[in-house]
């Protein structure tokens, strides 16, 4: 059984021909991390791209005499580029940005299985500016149900 953590690296990791449709080089890493400081303070490739786990946030148990909540998970997908002008003379952010549409088409509206909301999106930002490299986090979040009787 795989992590939903490593179902949206695999599919991440699978769309090769879509950057390549978009006129970008696939990324040459997609991995995944325990969290942003890990991929801040360790090795990257560019292009690459890491996805963590960034928080879950429990709703409230709807039972007296069992358990049974929604529980909201959040990833963070951080776009790793090199902060110099491209072939197309496009600066490190239109680069960024490029990947992130790519990733987002990959995961809007996307259900790893039965028991998994779709995936939204929940925001980005630039995340580091550093050492030629511009590290780009979108977070996306999604939902399931847990129970226990």
């Known amino acids: 059984m795989s992590t939903l953590r490593q179902q949206i690296e695999t599919r991440i990791a699978a769309s090769a021909a879509d950057f390549t449709a978009a ?3 696939p990324f040459r890493e997609v991995a995944g ?3 942003i400081a890990n991929i801040l ?3 990257v490739s560019a292009p690459g791209c890491y996805i963590y786990r960034a928080r879950l946030r429990p709703g409230p148990n709807v039972y007296d005499d069992a358990v049974m909540q929604r ?3 959040q990833f963070g997908i951080v776009s790793v580029v090199r902060n110099v002008a491209d072939a197309r003379q496009g ?3 239109d680069l960024a940005e490029a990947y ?3 990733i987002q088409a990959r995961l809007l509206n996307w259900s790893p299985d039965e028991y998994t909301e779709q995936f939204e ?3 980005g930002q630039v995340v580091r500016l550093q050492n030629d490299y511009l590290y780009w986090q979108d977070l996306y979040r999604t939902a399931s149900i847990i129970r226990q009787t």
């Open 33 to 35: 991390a325990a969290g």
């Open 91 to 93: 600066d490190a952010s």
């Open 71 to 73: 529980v909201e998970a």
């Open 100 to 102: 992130s549409d790519v």
């Open 41 to 43: 303070n360790g090795r």
């Open 23 to 25: 006129g970008l080089r």
């Open 121 to 123: 999106y929940a925001g």
